[in-house]
DNA sequence: AGGATTTTATGCGAGATGGTACAAATATCG
DNA sequence: CGATATTTGTACCATCTCGCATAAAATCCT
Protein backbone atom coordinates (compact mmCIF):
# COMPACT_ATOMS: atom_id res chain seq x y z
CA UNK A 1 0.00 0.00 0.00
CA UNK A 2 1.83 3.21 -1.53
CA UNK A 3 0.88 6.36 0.22
CA UNK A 4 0.86 9.16 -2.52
CA UNK A 5 2.85 11.98 -0.93
CA UNK A 6 0.96 15.12 -1.73
CA UNK A 7 2.58 17.89 0.31
CA UNK A 8 0.25 21.43 -0.85
CA UNK A 9 -2.52 18.91 0.59
CA UNK A 10 -3.52 19.48 4.44
CA UNK A 11 -3.97 16.72 6.52
CA UNK A 12 -7.00 14.51 5.56
CA UNK A 13 -8.65 13.35 7.91
CA UNK A 14 -9.66 9.38 7.50
CA UNK A 15 -7.78 6.96 5.49
CA UNK A 16 -5.43 7.93 2.83
CA UNK A 17 -6.26 7.44 -0.70
CA UNK A 18 -4.06 5.15 -2.45
CA UNK A 19 -4.35 6.81 -5.66
CA UNK A 20 -3.57 9.90 -7.40
CA UNK A 21 -6.62 11.53 -8.59
CA UNK A 22 -5.00 13.24 -11.22
CA UNK A 23 -3.18 10.36 -12.33
CA UNK A 24 -6.09 8.23 -12.21
CA UNK A 25 -8.02 10.43 -14.35
CA UNK A 26 -5.36 10.02 -16.98
CA UNK A 27 -5.31 6.52 -16.65
CA UNK A 28 -9.28 6.02 -17.54
CA UNK A 29 -8.82 8.25 -20.31
CA UNK A 30 -6.54 6.17 -21.97
CA UNK A 31 -9.29 3.22 -21.43
CA UNK A 32 -11.91 5.28 -23.07
CA UNK A 33 -9.73 6.44 -25.62
CA UNK A 34 -9.08 2.76 -26.68
CA UNK A 35 -12.05 1.52 -26.60
CA UNK A 36 -14.52 4.24 -26.65
CA UNK A 37 -16.99 5.24 -24.07
CA UNK A 38 -19.49 1.91 -24.79
CA UNK A 39 -16.78 0.05 -25.47
CA UNK A 40 -15.03 0.55 -21.80
CA UNK A 41 -16.45 -0.94 -18.72
CA UNK A 42 -16.50 -0.60 -15.33
CA UNK A 43 -14.42 -3.46 -15.12
CA UNK A 44 -11.95 -2.09 -17.57
CA UNK A 45 -11.97 1.43 -15.74
CA UNK A 46 -11.14 -0.26 -12.69
CA UNK A 47 -8.26 -2.15 -14.62
CA UNK A 48 -6.29 1.18 -15.56
CA UNK A 49 -6.61 2.91 -12.91
CA UNK A 50 -5.77 0.45 -10.11
CA UNK A 51 -8.80 1.57 -8.32
CA UNK A 52 -11.76 -0.60 -7.63
CA UNK A 53 -15.20 0.19 -8.48
CA UNK A 54 -16.77 2.11 -5.21
CA UNK A 55 -13.59 4.04 -4.82
CA UNK A 56 -13.92 4.89 -8.59
CA UNK A 57 -17.04 5.52 -7.95
CA UNK A 58 -16.76 7.86 -5.01
CA UNK A 59 -14.01 10.10 -6.91
CA UNK A 60 -15.30 10.50 -10.39
CA UNK A 61 -19.22 9.78 -10.33
CA UNK A 62 -20.78 7.85 -12.44
CA UNK A 63 -19.39 6.10 -15.78
CA UNK A 64 -20.47 9.02 -18.03
CA UNK A 65 -19.26 11.41 -15.34
CA UNK A 66 -15.49 10.24 -15.51
CA UNK A 67 -15.59 10.37 -19.19
CA UNK A 68 -16.68 13.97 -19.25
CA UNK A 69 -13.90 14.98 -16.41
CA UNK A 70 -11.77 12.96 -18.70
CA UNK A 71 -12.86 14.70 -21.97
CA UNK A 72 -12.78 18.23 -20.80
CA UNK A 73 -9.07 16.99 -19.55
CA UNK A 74 -8.50 16.36 -22.85
CA UNK A 75 -9.88 19.05 -24.65
CA UNK A 76 -7.91 21.71 -21.90
CA UNK A 77 -4.66 20.46 -22.57
CA UNK A 78 -5.13 20.03 -26.94
CA UNK A 79 -6.38 23.79 -27.26
CA UNK A 80 -4.05 24.95 -24.81
CA UNK A 81 -1.04 22.89 -26.75
CA UNK A 82 -2.47 24.29 -29.84
CA UNK A 83 -2.98 28.10 -28.51
CA UNK A 84 1.48 27.94 -27.56
CA UNK A 85 2.18 26.39 -30.60
CA UNK A 86 0.17 28.97 -32.59
CA UNK A 87 0.78 31.82 -30.79
CA UNK A 88 4.95 31.57 -30.87
CA UNK A 89 6.76 34.23 -32.91
CA UNK A 90 7.91 32.26 -35.91
CA UNK A 91 7.18 31.84 -39.47
CA UNK A 92 3.47 31.15 -40.72
CA UNK A 93 4.25 27.71 -41.87
CA UNK A 94 6.70 26.82 -39.31
CA UNK A 95 3.65 27.47 -36.55
CA UNK A 96 1.18 25.36 -38.75
CA UNK A 97 4.05 22.37 -38.47
CA UNK A 98 4.69 22.71 -35.44
CA UNK A 99 1.07 22.75 -34.44
CA UNK A 100 0.47 19.39 -36.42
CA UNK A 101 3.56 18.16 -34.81
CA UNK A 102 1.90 18.64 -31.62
CA UNK A 103 -1.05 16.99 -32.60
CA UNK A 104 0.76 13.95 -33.64
CA UNK A 105 3.05 13.57 -30.62
CA UNK A 106 -0.74 13.31 -28.90
CA UNK A 107 -2.15 10.83 -31.72
CA UNK A 108 0.80 8.08 -31.49
CA UNK A 109 1.06 8.38 -27.72
CA UNK A 110 -0.20 5.50 -27.04
CA UNK A 111 2.01 2.40 -25.69
CA UNK A 112 0.22 0.22 -28.35
CA UNK A 113 -1.17 1.15 -31.49
CA UNK A 114 -2.14 5.28 -32.19
CA UNK A 115 -5.19 5.96 -30.94
CA UNK A 116 -5.89 9.80 -32.85
CA UNK A 117 -7.53 12.32 -30.95
CA UNK A 118 -9.63 11.36 -28.12
CA UNK A 119 -11.99 13.60 -29.07
CA UNK A 120 -12.55 12.91 -32.46
CA UNK A 121 -12.10 8.93 -31.91
CA UNK A 122 -14.51 8.32 -28.94
CA UNK A 123 -16.21 11.76 -28.14
CA UNK A 124 -18.16 12.50 -31.98
CA UNK A 125 -19.44 8.49 -31.21
CA UNK A 126 -21.65 9.78 -28.79
CA UNK A 127 -22.50 13.35 -30.11
CA UNK A 128 -26.07 11.89 -31.63
CA UNK A 129 -27.18 10.77 -27.75
CA UNK A 130 -25.46 12.95 -25.88
CA UNK A 131 -26.17 16.95 -26.15
CA UNK A 132 -23.76 18.11 -23.54
CA UNK A 133 -21.03 16.42 -25.24
CA UNK A 134 -22.24 17.74 -28.47
CA UNK A 135 -22.28 21.24 -27.24
CA UNK A 136 -18.95 20.72 -25.98
CA UNK A 137 -17.79 19.61 -29.28
CA UNK A 138 -18.91 22.28 -31.57
CA UNK A 139 -17.31 24.81 -28.93
CA UNK A 140 -14.02 23.41 -29.36
CA UNK A 141 -13.80 23.10 -33.31
CA UNK A 142 -14.91 26.55 -33.33
CA UNK A 143 -12.13 27.39 -30.95
CA UNK A 144 -9.58 25.51 -33.22
CA UNK A 145 -10.99 27.20 -35.92
CA UNK A 146 -10.99 30.96 -34.25
CA UNK A 147 -6.90 29.95 -32.79
CA UNK A 148 -6.07 29.21 -36.86
CA UNK A 149 -7.71 32.53 -37.96
CA UNK A 150 -6.00 34.34 -35.81
CA UNK A 151 -2.66 33.40 -36.96
CA UNK A 152 -3.53 33.82 -40.57
CA UNK A 153 -4.65 37.24 -40.25
CA UNK A 154 -1.21 37.49 -38.07
CA UNK A 155 0.33 36.13 -41.19
CA UNK A 156 -1.42 38.29 -43.75
CA UNK A 157 -0.45 41.85 -41.45
CA UNK A 158 3.17 40.90 -41.40
CA UNK A 159 2.95 40.20 -45.41
CA UNK A 160 3.79 36.64 -44.95
CA UNK A 161 0.38 36.06 -46.57
CA UNK A 162 -1.53 37.27 -49.72
CA UNK A 163 -3.95 40.31 -49.18
CA UNK A 164 -6.60 38.63 -50.93
CA UNK A 165 -6.39 34.72 -48.83
CA UNK A 166 -9.14 34.27 -46.83
CA UNK A 167 -8.54 33.69 -43.04
CA UNK A 168 -11.37 32.04 -42.14
CA UNK A 169 -11.40 30.05 -45.11
CA UNK A 170 -7.65 28.66 -44.06
CA UNK A 171 -8.32 27.90 -40.68
CA UNK A 172 -11.41 25.55 -41.23
CA UNK A 173 -9.10 24.01 -44.11
CA UNK A 174 -6.10 23.86 -41.48
CA UNK A 175 -8.80 22.27 -39.09
CA UNK A 176 -9.92 20.09 -41.62
CA UNK A 177 -6.30 19.11 -41.84
CA UNK A 178 -6.04 18.21 -38.53
CA UNK A 179 -8.92 16.18 -38.56
CA UNK A 180 -7.88 13.84 -41.67
CA UNK A 181 -4.78 13.33 -39.23
CA UNK A 182 -6.49 12.23 -36.34
CA UNK A 183 -8.51 10.04 -38.61
CA UNK A 184 -5.74 8.86 -40.66
CA UNK A 185 -3.46 8.35 -37.72
CA UNK A 186 -6.08 5.97 -36.11
CA UNK A 187 -6.52 4.25 -39.14
CA UNK A 188 -3.01 2.71 -39.15
CA UNK A 189 -1.02 5.61 -41.01
CA UNK A 190 2.33 6.09 -40.13
CA UNK A 191 3.70 8.66 -38.30
CA UNK A 192 6.16 9.27 -41.26
CA UNK A 193 3.45 9.45 -43.59
CA UNK A 194 1.07 12.06 -41.74
CA UNK A 195 4.10 14.18 -41.48
CA UNK A 196 4.80 14.31 -44.81
CA UNK A 197 0.65 14.90 -45.26
CA UNK A 198 1.18 17.50 -42.94
CA UNK A 199 3.75 19.51 -44.67
CA UNK A 200 2.48 19.26 -48.48
CA UNK A 201 -0.98 20.24 -46.71
CA UNK A 202 1.39 23.42 -45.22
CA UNK A 203 3.09 24.35 -48.42
CA UNK A 204 -0.58 24.40 -50.34
CA UNK A 205 -2.22 26.61 -47.80
CA UNK A 206 1.17 29.06 -47.20
CA UNK A 207 2.26 29.04 -50.77
CA UNK B 1 -25.63 -1.65 -58.20
CA UNK B 2 -25.85 -5.23 -57.94
CA UNK B 3 -28.98 -6.60 -58.31
CA UNK B 4 -29.68 -9.09 -55.90
CA UNK B 5 -31.95 -12.05 -56.50
CA UNK B 6 -35.12 -11.30 -55.31
CA UNK B 7 -38.33 -12.06 -57.74
CA UNK B 8 -36.23 -13.48 -60.23
CA UNK B 9 -35.06 -16.65 -57.95
CA UNK B 10 -37.17 -19.60 -58.64
CA UNK B 11 -39.01 -20.91 -55.87
CA UNK B 12 -37.79 -21.04 -52.37
CA UNK B 13 -38.04 -24.11 -50.31
CA UNK B 14 -39.32 -23.55 -47.10
CA UNK B 15 -41.07 -20.72 -45.02
CA UNK B 16 -41.05 -17.77 -47.19
CA UNK B 17 -38.80 -14.78 -45.29
CA UNK B 18 -40.94 -12.24 -43.57
CA UNK B 19 -38.36 -9.95 -44.46
CA UNK B 20 -36.36 -8.02 -47.55
CA UNK B 21 -32.84 -8.75 -46.42
CA UNK B 22 -31.24 -5.48 -48.30
CA UNK B 23 -34.15 -3.42 -46.44
CA UNK B 24 -33.04 -5.08 -43.41
CA UNK B 25 -29.21 -4.49 -43.26
CA UNK B 26 -29.89 -0.39 -44.14
CA UNK B 27 -32.01 -0.60 -40.92
CA UNK B 28 -29.19 -2.21 -39.18
CA UNK B 29 -27.00 0.36 -40.54
CA UNK B 30 -29.28 3.26 -39.49
CA UNK B 31 -29.03 1.63 -36.06
CA UNK B 32 -24.98 1.58 -35.98
CA UNK B 33 -24.93 5.13 -37.46
CA UNK B 34 -26.63 6.47 -34.40
CA UNK B 35 -25.07 5.07 -31.53
CA UNK B 36 -22.15 3.53 -32.62
CA UNK B 37 -20.84 -0.25 -32.66
CA UNK B 38 -20.77 -0.62 -28.84
CA UNK B 39 -23.68 1.59 -27.76
CA UNK B 40 -25.78 -0.70 -30.29
CA UNK B 41 -27.40 -3.79 -28.93
CA UNK B 42 -28.98 -6.94 -30.44
CA UNK B 43 -32.20 -5.51 -28.67
CA UNK B 44 -31.59 -2.24 -30.73
CA UNK B 45 -31.17 -4.25 -34.26
CA UNK B 46 -33.56 -6.33 -33.40
CA UNK B 47 -36.30 -3.41 -32.84
CA UNK B 48 -34.52 -1.77 -35.87
CA UNK B 49 -35.06 -4.21 -38.73
CA UNK B 50 -38.15 -5.87 -36.92
CA UNK B 51 -36.61 -9.29 -37.14
CA UNK B 52 -36.33 -11.18 -34.11
CA UNK B 53 -32.61 -12.45 -33.27
CA UNK B 54 -32.56 -15.85 -34.68
CA UNK B 55 -33.31 -14.70 -38.20
CA UNK B 56 -30.78 -11.49 -37.76
CA UNK B 57 -28.22 -14.12 -36.97
CA UNK B 58 -29.28 -16.93 -39.98
CA UNK B 59 -29.06 -13.35 -42.42
CA UNK B 60 -26.15 -11.54 -41.46
CA UNK B 61 -24.27 -13.53 -38.57
CA UNK B 62 -23.22 -12.57 -35.09
CA UNK B 63 -23.11 -8.55 -34.65
CA UNK B 64 -19.99 -8.11 -35.80
CA UNK B 65 -20.52 -9.76 -38.97
CA UNK B 66 -23.68 -7.48 -39.52
CA UNK B 67 -21.71 -4.54 -38.79
CA UNK B 68 -19.11 -5.31 -41.52
CA UNK B 69 -21.64 -5.82 -44.20
CA UNK B 70 -23.11 -2.35 -43.16
CA UNK B 71 -19.99 -0.84 -43.14
CA UNK B 72 -19.15 -2.24 -46.84
CA UNK B 73 -22.35 -1.29 -47.90
CA UNK B 74 -21.56 1.99 -46.76
CA UNK B 75 -18.01 2.82 -48.27
CA UNK B 76 -19.66 1.45 -52.02
CA UNK B 77 -22.06 3.90 -52.15
CA UNK B 78 -20.06 6.76 -51.01
CA UNK B 79 -17.43 5.83 -52.76
CA UNK B 80 -19.46 5.51 -55.66
CA UNK B 81 -21.32 8.82 -54.97
CA UNK B 82 -18.06 10.82 -54.59
CA UNK B 83 -16.62 9.17 -57.72
CA UNK B 84 -19.59 10.08 -59.81
CA UNK B 85 -20.07 13.71 -58.59
CA UNK B 86 -16.64 14.31 -59.46
CA UNK B 87 -16.31 12.67 -62.34
CA UNK B 88 -18.83 14.52 -64.40
CA UNK B 89 -17.63 17.36 -66.62
CA UNK B 90 -17.80 20.49 -64.45
CA UNK B 91 -16.14 23.21 -63.36
CA UNK B 92 -13.49 21.92 -61.17
CA UNK B 93 -15.26 24.26 -58.20
CA UNK B 94 -18.67 22.81 -59.78
CA UNK B 95 -17.30 19.36 -59.11
CA UNK B 96 -15.93 19.76 -55.67
CA UNK B 97 -19.01 21.72 -54.38
CA UNK B 98 -20.95 18.58 -55.76
CA UNK B 99 -19.19 16.16 -53.66
CA UNK B 100 -19.60 18.28 -50.88
CA UNK B 101 -23.11 18.72 -51.16
CA UNK B 102 -23.05 15.13 -51.88
CA UNK B 103 -21.86 14.32 -48.85
CA UNK B 104 -23.90 16.77 -46.88
CA UNK B 105 -26.84 15.19 -48.34
CA UNK B 106 -26.16 11.56 -46.61
CA UNK B 107 -24.45 13.43 -43.36
CA UNK B 108 -27.99 15.09 -42.61
CA UNK B 109 -30.48 12.02 -44.17
CA UNK B 110 -30.90 10.99 -41.01
CA UNK B 111 -34.57 10.99 -39.66
CA UNK B 112 -34.16 12.88 -36.31
CA UNK B 113 -30.52 14.54 -35.63
CA UNK B 114 -27.80 14.36 -38.24
CA UNK B 115 -25.70 11.74 -37.99
CA UNK B 116 -22.43 12.44 -40.06
CA UNK B 117 -20.26 9.97 -41.81
CA UNK B 118 -21.13 6.15 -40.93
CA UNK B 119 -17.37 5.78 -41.42
CA UNK B 120 -16.17 8.60 -39.53
CA UNK B 121 -18.48 8.30 -36.69
CA UNK B 122 -18.45 4.62 -36.08
CA UNK B 123 -15.32 2.70 -37.40
CA UNK B 124 -12.67 5.08 -36.21
CA UNK B 125 -13.75 4.57 -32.88
CA UNK B 126 -13.28 0.56 -33.35
CA UNK B 127 -10.21 0.78 -35.44
CA UNK B 128 -7.88 0.25 -32.88
CA UNK B 129 -9.03 -3.20 -31.66
CA UNK B 130 -9.94 -4.52 -35.05
CA UNK B 131 -7.93 -4.54 -37.48
CA UNK B 132 -10.25 -5.39 -40.48
CA UNK B 133 -11.90 -2.40 -39.86
CA UNK B 134 -8.66 -0.59 -39.58
CA UNK B 135 -7.05 -1.98 -42.76
CA UNK B 136 -10.41 -1.40 -44.61
CA UNK B 137 -10.36 2.70 -43.24
CA UNK B 138 -6.91 3.05 -45.18
CA UNK B 139 -8.15 2.00 -48.04
CA UNK B 140 -11.13 3.76 -48.48
CA UNK B 141 -9.70 7.03 -47.35
CA UNK B 142 -6.82 6.47 -50.16
CA UNK B 143 -9.54 5.68 -52.27
CA UNK B 144 -11.02 9.24 -51.99
CA UNK B 145 -7.97 11.19 -51.71
CA UNK B 146 -6.92 9.14 -55.07
CA UNK B 147 -10.82 10.32 -56.85
CA UNK B 148 -10.00 13.99 -55.45
CA UNK B 149 -6.15 14.06 -56.96
CA UNK B 150 -7.39 12.20 -60.68
CA UNK B 151 -9.94 15.31 -60.29
CA UNK B 152 -7.33 18.35 -59.45
CA UNK B 153 -4.96 17.00 -62.38
CA UNK B 154 -7.46 16.78 -64.90
CA UNK B 155 -8.51 20.70 -63.73
CA UNK B 156 -4.67 21.11 -64.12
CA UNK B 157 -4.37 20.03 -67.77
CA UNK B 158 -7.38 21.86 -68.61
CA UNK B 159 -5.32 25.07 -67.28
CA UNK B 160 -8.41 25.43 -64.91
CA UNK B 161 -5.48 25.05 -61.89
CA UNK B 162 -2.34 26.82 -61.72
CA UNK B 163 0.62 24.08 -62.98
CA UNK B 164 2.77 24.78 -59.95
CA UNK B 165 -0.77 23.49 -57.71
CA UNK B 166 -0.02 19.94 -56.12
CA UNK B 167 -2.50 17.68 -57.42
CA UNK B 168 -1.94 15.15 -53.76
CA UNK B 169 -1.64 18.05 -51.44
CA UNK B 170 -4.72 19.48 -52.96
CA UNK B 171 -6.58 16.09 -53.12
CA UNK B 172 -5.50 15.40 -48.57
CA UNK B 173 -6.38 18.74 -47.78
CA UNK B 174 -10.01 18.28 -50.19
CA UNK B 175 -10.69 14.82 -48.01
CA UNK B 176 -9.71 16.65 -44.53
CA UNK B 177 -12.04 19.43 -45.61
CA UNK B 178 -14.68 16.14 -45.96
CA UNK B 179 -13.73 14.86 -42.60
CA UNK B 180 -14.62 17.73 -41.11
CA UNK B 181 -17.88 18.52 -42.61
CA UNK B 182 -18.69 14.89 -41.21
CA UNK B 183 -17.36 15.55 -37.98
CA UNK B 184 -18.84 18.97 -37.77
CA UNK B 185 -22.71 17.28 -38.91
CA UNK B 186 -22.36 14.91 -36.20
CA UNK B 187 -21.75 18.01 -33.65
CA UNK B 188 -24.68 20.18 -34.13
CA UNK B 189 -23.52 22.37 -37.39
CA UNK B 190 -26.59 23.26 -39.04
CA UNK B 191 -26.19 22.16 -42.75
CA UNK B 192 -26.47 26.00 -43.88
CA UNK B 193 -23.26 26.80 -41.78
CA UNK B 194 -21.52 23.55 -43.40
CA UNK B 195 -22.28 24.31 -46.81
CA UNK B 196 -21.08 27.92 -46.53
CA UNK B 197 -17.56 26.31 -44.77
CA UNK B 198 -17.60 23.66 -48.29
CA UNK B 199 -18.31 27.37 -50.43
CA UNK B 200 -15.49 28.78 -48.75
CA UNK B 201 -13.02 25.83 -48.57
CA UNK B 202 -13.54 24.96 -52.59
CA UNK B 203 -13.16 28.69 -53.16
CA UNK B 204 -9.92 29.09 -51.41
CA UNK B 205 -8.80 25.67 -52.79
CA UNK B 206 -9.42 26.58 -56.57
CA UNK B 207 -8.45 30.25 -56.04
C1' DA C 1 -6.41 4.70 24.11
C1' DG C 2 -10.75 5.41 21.95
C1' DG C 3 -13.92 7.72 18.96
C1' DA C 4 -14.40 10.08 14.50
C1' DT C 5 -13.63 10.13 9.70
C1' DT C 6 -12.52 8.64 5.28
C1' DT C 7 -11.08 5.09 2.03
C1' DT C 8 -10.67 0.32 0.60
C1' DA C 9 -12.35 -4.28 -0.37
C1' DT C 10 -15.74 -7.84 -0.99
C1' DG C 11 -19.53 -8.98 -3.01
C1' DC C 12 -24.41 -8.65 -4.10
C1' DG C 13 -28.49 -7.74 -7.19
C1' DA C 14 -31.38 -6.29 -10.86
C1' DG C 15 -31.12 -5.90 -15.42
C1' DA C 16 -28.84 -5.90 -20.04
C1' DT C 17 -26.13 -8.45 -23.44
C1' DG C 18 -24.71 -11.73 -27.10
C1' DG C 19 -25.89 -15.93 -28.64
C1' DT C 20 -28.59 -20.37 -29.14
C1' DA C 21 -32.13 -24.59 -28.63
C1' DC C 22 -36.27 -26.03 -29.92
C1' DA C 23 -40.74 -26.43 -31.50
C1' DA C 24 -44.33 -24.33 -34.30
C1' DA C 25 -45.31 -22.32 -38.78
C1' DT C 26 -45.29 -22.11 -43.75
C1' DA C 27 -43.77 -23.06 -47.94
C1' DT C 28 -42.33 -26.65 -52.01
C1' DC C 29 -41.78 -31.36 -53.83
C1' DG C 30 -43.10 -36.11 -54.81
C1' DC D 1 -51.68 -36.02 -48.67
C1' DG D 2 -47.22 -36.70 -46.43
C1' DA D 3 -42.22 -35.74 -46.52
C1' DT D 4 -38.84 -32.21 -46.75
C1' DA D 5 -36.90 -27.72 -46.25
C1' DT D 6 -36.54 -23.23 -44.39
C1' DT D 7 -37.96 -19.43 -41.36
C1' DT D 8 -40.14 -17.68 -37.29
C1' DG D 9 -41.07 -16.91 -32.39
C1' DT D 10 -40.48 -18.03 -27.62
C1' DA D 11 -37.77 -18.96 -24.20
C1' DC D 12 -33.51 -19.75 -22.27
C1' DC D 13 -28.45 -19.60 -20.83
C1' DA D 14 -24.11 -17.86 -19.32
C1' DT D 15 -21.93 -13.82 -18.92
C1' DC D 16 -21.27 -9.02 -18.44
C1' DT D 17 -22.81 -4.43 -16.79
C1' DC D 18 -23.54 -0.69 -13.64
C1' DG D 19 -24.25 0.75 -9.39
C1' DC D 20 -24.48 0.23 -4.38
C1' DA D 21 -24.64 -1.82 0.53
C1' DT D 22 -21.78 -3.14 4.03
C1' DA D 23 -17.94 -4.08 6.75
C1' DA D 24 -12.97 -3.87 7.41
C1' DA D 25 -8.86 -0.92 7.29
C1' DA D 26 -6.13 3.17 8.06
C1' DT D 27 -5.55 7.57 9.42
C1' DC D 28 -6.50 11.95 12.56
C1' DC D 29 -8.25 14.25 16.79
C1' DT D 30 -8.97 14.62 21.73
Redesign the interface.
Known amino acids: MVQISNDDEPKRRGRPRAYDPQAALLRAMDAFW??????TSLDDLSAATGMNRPSLYAAFGDKRSLYLKALAHYWQVALGAMHADLAENRPLADSLMRAYEGALAIYFSGED?A??CFV???A??????DAEI??G??TG?LAFDADFEARFRAAQRNGELRD???P???A??A???????A??A????TRAALEE?AR??V???C?
Chains 1, 2 share one sequence.
Not at 124 to 129: F, G, L, Q, R, Y
Not at 186 to 189: K, L, Q
Request: charged share 25%.
Open positions: KSGYSGRRGVSTVTEAVERELMFDADAALVITGVMHTIIRRSGALKARALG
